[in-house]
């Protein structure tokens, strides 16, 4: 059971433009929702949260926006830069935190 | 961010044998740990969930007495693979938060079993 899914396995985009991130869950009792950047044989790094109460958090050239309604969040990040080509988890918290399966950002020069 | 260490980046060890993995929380006071574990092309998957000074919760389909797992102290805690086998071959990250939401990673460890 897919408590959180991230149904697209890869983007590419074109530096400077906007990358954008998508996530879903099926869980409303999920309180918090956090992204992290993952670099291959590393572990993840923290980048942007969010809490249930609040639909947007802006950090940088990096925003999260959270529909509750349609149980969806995503990432925004603007510009892109090659340095963000990684792979982007996201995680929602309800005690413990569960991940979706990772989108793979590619950001071309 | 928080730091999160753990130790080491990676292992090669004999079936059979048993590896311990250490991870410190060096600038925060970790009430809680996690420790994961990543199969290639996978997402992480939660092995346990562990609080200082209390046994550690295994996730289902975890065997706890092949997976030990310490969280001695507020700082640090270990994952022990006894009795390592092939298919226990992966990587290995732990996570480390305090009372705010936000979890920090270590580095994570390859764990080769020959």
């Known amino acids: 059971d897919q408590q959180v899914k991230q149904n697209s396995p890869s983007l590419s985009v074109q530096e400077g433009r906007i990358s954008i991130l998508n996530c879903d869950y099926t869980?409303?009792?999920?309180?918090?929702f956090l992204w992290y950047k993952k670099y291959p044989a590393e572990g993840p790094t923290f980048l942007i949260s969010?809490?249930?109460?609040?639909d947007k958090n802006e950090d940088g050239r990096f925003t999260v926006f959270l529909n509750k309604s349609a149980k969806h969040l995503s990432l925004h990040i603007v510009p892109s830069q090659p340095g963000d080509s990684a792979v982007y988890f996201c995680?929602?918290?309800?005690?413990?935190?569960?991940f979706g399966q990772g989108t793979i950002l590619t950001v071309h020069p | 961010g928080a730091v999160v260490s753990q130790h080491p980046s990676w292992v090669i060890c004999k079936s059979g044998t048993s590896v311990k993995i250490e991870c410190r929380s060096l600038?925060?006071?970790?009430?809680?740990m996690f420790w994961y574990r990543q199969f290639p092309k996978q997402s992480l998957m939660l092995m346990a969930t562990?609080?200082?000074?209390?046994?550690?919760?295994?996730e289902q389909g975890v065997e706890k007495d092949k997976f030990l797992i310490n969280h001695a102290s507020l700082t640090l805690s270990t994952l022990t693979v006894t009795s390592a086998h092939p298919e226990d071959s992966s990587f290995y990250i732990c996570?480390?938060?305090?009372?705010?939401?936000?979890?920090?990673f270590g580095q994570g460890t390859r764990l080769t079993v020959v």
């Open positions: 996570s480390a938060r305090d009372k705010a939401p936000e979890a920090f």
């Open positions: 869980n409303s009792m999920f309180d918090y």
């Open positions: 969010i809490s249930s109460i609040k």
């Open positions: 995680a929602a918290l309800y005690g413990k935190l569960t």
């Open positions: 600038d925060f006071q970790a009430t809680t």
């Open positions: 562990s609080n200082e000074g209390s046994k550690a919760t295994y």
